[in-house]
């Protein structure tokens, strides 16, 4: 790497670079209807009142949120086919695979936020929507999924998809497990032709532009809803 | 059609309820009135299992609330429920808001459902305000939905739940004639309220609550007439002074 820079790189292999890009919104959104759809049971599981199954789920969200990302990451990818090994006795450990093993620690870790932000929400809703929908004979399931939830769900919003952008940037963490992520795509063509400097410009760029943008489209969902509320 | 056999309620060492007793036959219409933190509200939630009571047992059309074996959902579903704060579905519109549990707990149709609501949002002078969602309606606009709303599903009893305390003045009354003309076509009511205008012109019966305690449960002449407490006098004269 020398002091000139040739942004020119950047040009040559941008169709590889799309590529990973698209992984990584493939990833983000994957993750994040799944640790939403998870998150949610676990946020109904912390607030039911069946104590073991709310200590539980409880135990699950600090677990998450006590240990960092790129940890939870490793913990899946390497240890969590040798823990399957010893548990069922094969003799080799299962092939996850580094792609599958991401989708499933993200949904896994991300669930565990998705979770606080949805128990927020479940109860900023007033008791006495349930007990409406209660004494109309909806049942316990339906009384959240047709009153509780979608109210919930509305309500917070905005906070679920600023999580969805932390969550697209801490998708980035990927690439150490060689998956060509955006990330990932850019750092093997910096590596390959020694552009660290203008690839990782780049991705900064890119990063920085998406994210900015969305974090204003938020804004302005955030001031529509308290208007409609 | 309710039968209320020695109830007694606690929320951890307090005790809301001692020992109530009382029944609501069929197309009576009885008043529960008393201070505020009397139990009253409390007492009509256990009706119908919205509120869990420790001891005592309530009947409603042969039916016990408080049994592990009760399907209260379908129990429920038979028993309309009128908030005080409305608690209309506020993502829901008008219509939906009469529907849904028509469709999802009766199982009739859209179509079937829909008809009915709108008969029922015509009755209490609704009707152009199908499309529209609670949070444009007044207050007293969304109690008679709520009314409508607990109709749709053919209840055999309505339960009241101070349902004007929090409207303003000048809405208290379009709401209590919707009420004064259900009472008079035969519906099972029982009333919590403060209105005794109401409870004057079409209570059968009034209940006087106190502490958690029936204190007076008597006809609506003996009531006004002559109450026999003085804990009920007292309540008497403090609000039908104005």
């Given amino acids: 790497m020398t002091g000139d820079l040739d942004f020119e790189i950047v040009g040559h292999t941008l169709p590889y670079l799309i590529t990973g890009l698209q992984y990584t919104v493939q990833l983000t959104l994957i993750a994040a209807l799944g640790g939403i759809l998870f998150g949610t049971l676990l946020a109904m599981a912390r607030l039911s009142s069946m104590k073991p199954l709310a200590m539980l789920a409880a135990g699950y969200v600090n677990l998450m949120r006590s240990i960092p990302l790129l940890l939870v990451i490793f913990w899946f990818y390497f240890l969590l086919p040798v823990i399957i090994q010893s548990v069922m006795g094969w003799e080799r450990p299962p092939q996850i695979g580094a792609d599958r093993s991401a989708y499933i620690t993200f949904i896994m870790f991300e669930a565990a936020y998705f979770c606080e932000i949805m128990r927020a929400g479940i109860q900023s809703i007033a008791k006495g929507q349930v007990g409406a929908a209660n004494a109309l004979g909806l049942n316990y399931w339906q009384s959240m999924r047709l009153i509780v939830l979608p109210q919930a769900f509305r309500n917070m919003l905005p906070v679920l998809l600023t999580q969805t952008i932390i969550l697209f940037q801490d998708v980035s963490l990927v690439s150490l497990l060689n998956v060509t992520d955006f990330v990932g795509a850019a750092v093997k063509v910096a590596q390959r032709d020694s552009r660290v400097v203008e690839m990782y410009a780049f991705v900064a760029v890119v990063y920085f532009v998406i994210c900015y943008c969305l974090s204003i489209l938020v804004k302005q969902l955030q001031q529509r809803i308290a208007i409609i509320r | ?242």
């Fill in chain 2, 1 to 242: 059609m309710i039968e209320i056999n020695n109830i007694s309620k606690w929320y951890g060492k307090f005790q809301v309820l001692t020992h109530c007793t009382s029944k609501v036959d069929k197309g009576e219409v009885v008043v529960v009135c008393g201070p505020s933190g009397s139990g009253k509200s409390t007492l009509i939630k256990c009706v119908n299992g919205l509120e869990p009571f420790q001891a005592g047992e309530i009947i409603v059309d042969g039916i016990s609330v408080g049994a592990k074996q009760t399907d209260l959902p379908k129990l429920r579903a038979r028993i309309g429920m009128v908030f005080q704060n409305f608690e209309l579905f506020p993502h829901l519109s008008i219509m939906e808001n009469l529907t849904l549990a028509q469709i999802k707990v009766l199982g009739r149709s859209k179509e079937e459902a829909t008809a009915k609501g709108m008969k029922l949002l015509e009755r209490v002078g609704l009707a152009e305000q199908a499309p529209k969602f609670p949070g444009q309606l007044s207050g007293g606009q969304q109690q008679r939905v709520a009314i409508a709303r607990a109709l749709a599903m053919d209840p055999i009893a309505m339960l009241f739940d101070e349902p004007t305390s929090a409207l303003d003045p000048e809405m208290i009354n379009e709401v209590l004639d919707v009420m004064v003309e259900l009472a008079k076509e035969g519906m099972t009511m029982m009333v919590v309220t403060h209105e005794m205008g109401f409870a004057r012109k079409v209570a059968h019966r009034v209940i006087f609550m106190d502490k958690g305690e029936i204190v007076e449960d008597a006809a609506k002449e003996d009531f006004f007439g002559k109450p026999r407490s003085e804990r009920a006098a007292h309540f008497l004269s403090k609000i039908l002074n104005h």
